[in-house]
């Protein structure tokens, strides 16, 4: 009556069950005195990996009790990344952004069981993961482990992406986890401590204190307006004597910053770092990075090479190496980031899901959604609408792929006559009347760039949230197949595709100001936004715990000042 697989308390031995033939770990969710009773039917197995925003936001909303549940994660803690450029100058404290994974389990009540390890490769065609512990070693000296499963959630994040730029990995700091974070915080105040000392001169002390962050996205200007905060609010009084040769240049190979904010925004940013004395450098691109001097280029000055002492790369984000395998594997080789169909299903991959930065959906349906929008807008079918149609047949695009608008958005479009006259090529042209055609082409521009929805927190809690309804519906569909939670007909699935809402966007430009873009076009920028973000990140916390310390950690900070020892 029981799949009665050899096994010890959870984590057991057996012999030739690897491909490989060899002494393989095997960890088990059932534990012996379970299999010593008569069960029911045995729960499927969903094996979950990954503890970052997609894996957590899945966990916290599947019904455990329905499944025999299983999570696998290098890290044991949820971290509150929006928070990481903060934890870089001290004015929030690295524990306060984390969540032990085991608390978050065991508020859910089930018996969902963690392995602290991290997966190296997956067998989609005989449902195994291949698993290594980084903190340990099992009897056969390796650390490794398989875990078989029935429905596989890949939740695994990104890497930084370097663009294989020589230098980066050996010479620069990313900001993608908490660690990166802390280590940031020790170099700032190495550079410091090394720039006071006796016998430099003031070239070397100017080097010493020069900072360059790589990348005008969001990490990158928040980085270094939380590291001008720090400066001029608490290590200027501490180093009152070198204070002045501090430099702050931030480097972007686009012609402005913050390019997914509407105008308005790049435009305030741009001017409040070059009053605050940031160097905005736009239209150089960062060639090499030695140990002593930052190469970068633009067309107009050639190569020019910039002492620095301490650099942050936060260019963007690029696929994990077992991914990568994975995708190969699945015949994706070809593609840049894992693809999934609009119910998160990794294509031609059976039980296989993938949320967050390491997927992308698949968007064959963009331009074929749009032509049926078309289809049904133009009744007397012309082949021709009004202006006021075509604002129609945006507006419902920009509800069903919001990234369509944000693209728009981002490259300062305003409206379809923008749109219109770029696909034409002819800046003066604009017509009432528009071709439908013409309007496709413009599209079509668009569409190779909005395949991806935006790496953010947004979007993988989103995908989370949506995959743990699907699943937690899943056994209730499966015996009820023409039940009324059958959303599309002709058996092509039960459950109404992932949408994404997009909820708006915060910048945090320093000086207690912050801009944001929120739905409906709505910008706000300046001290109110401060307190917006400030509201909006302590509700957004993770478990009241966090909330608690976060919020006394901004309190401490505005009585006592950032921290600056180098612990
Ligand atoms: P992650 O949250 O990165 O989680 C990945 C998980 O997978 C981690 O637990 C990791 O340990 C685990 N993992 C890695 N490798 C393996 C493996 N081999 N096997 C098993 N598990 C593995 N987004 C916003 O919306 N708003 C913001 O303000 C914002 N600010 C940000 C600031 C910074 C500094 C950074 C770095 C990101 C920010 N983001 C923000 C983006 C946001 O953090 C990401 O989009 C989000 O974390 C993606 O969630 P995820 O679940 O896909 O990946």
């Keep these: 009556a029981f799949n009665h697989r050899p096994t010890f308390t959870n984590l057991v031995l057996v012999l030739g069950a690897a491909s490989s033939g060899g002494l393989v770990a095997y960890a088990d969710s059932k534990s012996d005195d379970v299999l010593d009773k008569p069960q029911g039917p045995p729960k499927k197995k969903v094996v979950v990996l990954g503890t970052g925003w997609g894996g957590t936001t899945f966990l916290r909303n599947l019904d455990s009790k329905l499944y025999d549940v299983q999570v696998i994660s290098p890290r044991n803690y949820f971290a509150f990344t929006p928070l990481l450029p903060s934890v870089t100058c001290g004015t929030v404290e690295p524990r306060s952004v984390v969540e032990p994974i085991r608390r978050i389990l065991e508020k859910k009540g089930g018996d969902i069981k963690f392995w602290e390890a991290e997966c190296f490769k997956i067998d989609s065609a005989n449902k195994k993961i291949h698993c290594r512990s980084n903190i340990g070693t099992n009897l056969d000296g390796n650390g490794e482990f398989l875990v078989d499963y029935d429905y596989l959630v890949i939740a695994v994040g990104a890497r930084s992406n370097t663009f294989n730029t020589p230098g980066v990995e050996e010479n620069c700091h990313f900001l993608k986890e908490v660690e990166d974070a802390q280590k940031i915080r020790r170099s700032v105040m190495d550079c410091f401590e090394r720039a006071s000392l006796p016998y430099l ?30 400066v001029t609010e608490d290590l200027s009084k501490l180093y009152p004597s070198i204070q002045h040769l501090v430099k702050i240049s931030l480097i972007e190979a686009a012609d402005h910053i913050l390019t997914m904010f509407d105008k308005r925004i790049t435009e305030f940013a741009e001017d409040k770092f070059g009053r605050d004395g940031i160097d905005v450098k736009t239209g150089y691109k960062v060639v090499k990075v030695a140990k002593d001097a930052i190469t970068m280029q633009n067309p107009a000055t050639g190569d020019i090479a910039v002492p620095y002492g301490m650099a942050v790369w936060s260019t963007g984000i690029g696929t994990r190496p077992f991914i990568s395998e994975f995708m190969k594997q699945i015949g994706q080789g070809n593609r840049r980031v894992l693809a999934t169909d609009e119910w998160l299903r990794v294509l031609e991959c059976d039980s296989v899901y993938a949320v967050g930065d390491c997927a992308t959906i698949n968007q064959r349906r963009v331009m074929d959604d749009i032509a049926e929008i078309f289809r049904v807008t133009d009744k007397d079918n012309s082949g021709t609408l009004t202006v006021k149609e075509i604002q129609d047949v945006l507006d419902d695009i920009y509800v069903r792929y919001p990234q369509v608008e944000l693209y728009l958005k981002s490259r300062q479009m305003n409206g379809i006559a923008d749109l219109v006259r770029t696909a034409k090529g002819d800046a003066e042209k604009e017509s009432v009347e528009l071709n439908i055609e013409e309007f496709k082409k413009a599209l079509s521009l668009v569409d190779s760039q909005v395949k991806h929805l935006p790496a953010t927190a947004q979007v993988a809690s989103q995908q989370g949230q949506y995959l743990a309804r699907c699943f937690n519906k899943m056994k209730d569909a499966e015996e009820n197949p023409e039940g009324p939670i059958r959303i599309r007909g002709e058996g092509r699935h039960r459950f109404r595709p992932f949408r994404y809402r997009h909820l708006g966007q915060f910048a945090p430009l320093g000086g207690e100001q912050t801009a944001a873009q929120l739905p409906g076009d709505w910008i706000s ?39 600056s020892s180098c612990i």
């Design 525 to 563: 920028i300046g001290h109110s936004t401060q307190w917006l973000w400030y509201s909006v990140y302590a509700t957004k916390q993770i478990s009241w715990r966090t909330r608690a310390l976060v919020i006394s950690d901004w309190s401490r900070r505005f009585i006592f000042g950032r921290d």
């Design 201 to 230: 001169n003031e070239e070397e002390r100017k080097k010493n204190l020069h900072f360059v962050v790589v990348g005008g996205g969001p990490t990158g200007v928040e980085f270094a307006a939380e590291l001008h905060d720090f």
